[in-house]
């Protein structure tokens, strides 16, 4: 009973009316983002960081917390009507969603995705709740050597699993670990990279960071693909599901809910990746795989609840390790870090009115979608015909005046300008900036924890494999650095193959 006594009071932390009113307004701020086709959760979650400095630090993550995983819903919305992703994890959607919108069933493929996005999630939160103490209990033999060990196998994950081209996601991570550098060394004191300007003596902030690159990055880029969305929604009608469409896609939800979990907790994992895998998945599985991409229900219902499943259990990594797995738990870490709070094993055990909080909370959010995400489907069509002339210059206000209001300070205002050409750029040429700012992240523990390792192995690095943790993590990292090269190589030699019999015959 002691045991569950830190759970139920969890309950109580998440019952407080505040608490739930945030997690409500963060639901609903994450459906409207996820309904905003290119403006994505980490670009909100980014632009109103500055806003959680003035709220308690549960209530800020609870809120945060509904943005990221009400998002994943918003974004199936756009997807199914209109052919336009609201959100990466959604793309898939748009295969099946949108031909069962032409066939009349827009309402079913909606209902489907509540409905998988629902128990999705409840299955990620439950195993979030039984897993996180067990993976902290389990982090707290972590010392320097392996939080360095994790941290650069992280970083590589991020940069190998990401979306695009490999070699790009890695010259990202490379300039978010540069980025990590400048500043006074912690160690020495010695300024680094700072030109003299007293303004990047401690380093650069998070915040702008974030902000440029994702809120006024991301806005850019976003402008003149939001001048191509004024197309007319289809109807949405008979939206919940039958019998039939529940018994067809039984199997899909209940596959998609253990496959994104695990991806969810990988670093790089996450929602996109979870959603695609669970669509290669149900057309693998199919008797007749030429039904996907006609309206096959499965194909909505498979990537939907995997994608809700996965962005519960990324909280897995970020919470008990003070690992972030995507992006958007880059910007969590931030806001955590923002309140005082550290995450890593110690959090269950220091902070547990926020965990158990927030970890709760998602049982509340998961409902509030469930209730709301039918109701509202109709106001959020109409929001899609607000012009972007009016809606892009008001986000990019906003995005500057929290940038001011962080420390009062003008040259954080310039650097969000310059991240956000950054990220304009990167964008435009192909680069993801989730790498970059993971990188970023993670360079401060990587490096703290490195050199505290050679200290403690007189400079040996031998030293790291005497440890049994930071020996496997760093063979994992050796076996992912391996693994393209490897399959890269096979690719050759097989295209090779039919040209060598060729000449033989």
Known sequence: MDS?????DGFG?????????????????????????????????????????????????????????????????????????????SVVTVFDGYMMAKQGRAGTALGIAAVGSFIGGTVAIVGLTFLAPLVAGFALDFGPAEYAALALLGILLVATISNGARIKALIAAAVGLLLATVGRDVFTGAERFTFGNLSLADGIDFVPVAMGLFGLGEI??????????????????????????????????????????????LPGGGATISSMAAYAME??????????????????????????????????PLLTLGIPANATMALMFGALLIQGVTPG???????????????????????????????????????????????????????????????????????????????????????????????????????????????????????????????????LFVIVAVMPLVQSALRRRKAAAPIVEKENA
């Open 4 to 8: 569950l006594q830190p759970v139920l």
């Open 13 to 89: 932390v998440v019952l407080d009316p505040t608490n739930l009113l945030y997690c409500l307004i963060g639901v609903v701020i994450g459906m409207l983002i996820g309904v905003l086709p290119g403006l994505g959760p980490a670009a909100t979650i980014a632009i109103l960081l500055p806003l959680t400095y003035g709220i308690e630090p549960v209530t800020a993550i609870i809120m945060l917390a509904g943005i990221f995983y009400g998002a994943q819903y918003g974004g199936t919305i756009t997807s199914v009507l209109l052919r336009l992703p609201g959100e990466a994890s």
């Open 220 to 265: 850019l880029y976003n402008l003149e693909e939001r001048h191509r969305a004024a197309k007319a929604p289809s109807k949405v009608t008979n939206v919940w599901p039958s019998r039939k469409d529940l018994r067809e896609s039984r199997g899909a939800i209940g596959r998609g809910s253990v496959l994104g979990f695990f991806l969810g907790i």
């Open 283 to 316: 057309k693998k599985r199919a008797k007749d795989p030429s039904r996907f991409g006609k309206g096959a229900i499965e194909g909505v219902a498979g990537p939907e609840t995997a994608n809700n499943a996965a962005a519960t259990s990324s909280f897995i």
């Open 345 to 475: 094993p110690q959090l269950v055990e220091q902070h547990p009115d926020l965990f158990w909080g927030v970890v709760n909370s998602m049982y509340i959010g998961n409902i509030l979608l469930l209730i709301m995400s039918i109701p509202l489907i109709g106001i959020f069509v109409r929001i899609l015909r607000v012009r972007a002339a009016i809606l892009a210059p008001v986000t990019v206000l906003i995005t500057m005046l929290g940038a001011y209001t962080i420390n009062n300070s003008m040259f954080d205002v310039v650097l969000v300008v310059f991240f956000g050409a950054v990220g304009y750029l990167m964008k435009k040429t192909g680069f993801e900036p989730g790498p970059l700012v993971l990188a970023f992240v993670l360079g401060s523990l990587l490096e703290a924890s490195l050199r505290r390792s050679l200290l403690v192995f007189e400079g040996d690095l031998t030293g790291f494999l005497t440890r049994p943790i930071s020996a496997t993590l760093l063979v």
